[in-house]
């Protein structure tokens, strides 16, 4: 027998090629990741969950409590704003850019036993913390026995 005779051509070849098209797409701090953030998303968010809360952190350096709007409305959460140009006019142009600057809007999905009349935000030192608590009927409640 030939040993050169691949009816079917080099399959490992084709399969690594194939892999390695939608690796990216589906690996961790890939597009597709929730790790990895596309270019120009501001700002970078952390959700946590606590029993008595749901806690977002939103990293916003350089901005003024004012410049940023927290509202609620059905069941979403959105964090808004504009970050201004803090370049001082009359310096040449930038050769490389990555601050970010502009008009900004995050959405965040809450979850069902969110209280949206219990919400605090406070801002502090470039993080925002948003707490919104859980309704008192969707916590655990001890039952006592008699």
């Known amino acids: 027998m030939n040993g050169a005779f691949e009816p079917f051509g080099d399959l490992f070849a084709?399969?690594?090629?194939?892999?390695?098209?939608?690796?990216?797409t589906f690996s961790p701090g890939g597009p597709g990741s929730l790790r990895a953030l596309?270019?120009?998303?501001f700002p970078a968010?952390?959700?946590?969950?606590?029993?008595?809360a749901i806690e977002v952190l939103a990293l916003a350096p350089g901005?003024?409590?004012?410049?940023?709007?927290?509202?609620v409305d059905n069941g979403l959460l959105v964090i808004a704003g504009e970050r201004k140009d803090d370049t001082p006019s009359?310096?040449?142009?930038?050769?490389?850019q990555e601050r970010f600057k502009g008009a900004f809007r995050r959405v965040i999905?809450?979850?069902e036993d969110a209280?949206?009349?219990?919400?605090?935000?406070?801002?502090?030192?470039?993080?925002?913390?948003?707490?919104?608590?859980?309704?008192?009927?969707?916590?655990?409640?001890?039952?006592?026995?008699?």
């Open 90 to 96: 009359g310096e040449a142009a930038a050769y490389a």
């Open 115 to 146: 209280d949206p009349a219990r919400i605090d935000a406070a801002y502090k030192d470039g993080m925002l913390r948003v707490t919104v608590a859980r309704r008192e009927a969707s916590r655990p409640r001890q039952i006592s026995i008699s």
């Open 38 to 41: 596309p270019r120009r998303t």
């Open 45 to 52: 968010i952390n959700v946590g969950s606590t029993p008595d």
């Open 109 to 111: 999905s809450l979850p």
């Open 63 to 71: 901005m003024e409590p004012a410049e940023l709007q927290v509202t």
């Open 14 to 24: 084709e399969l690594n090629r194939l892999q390695g098209g939608y690796g990216p």
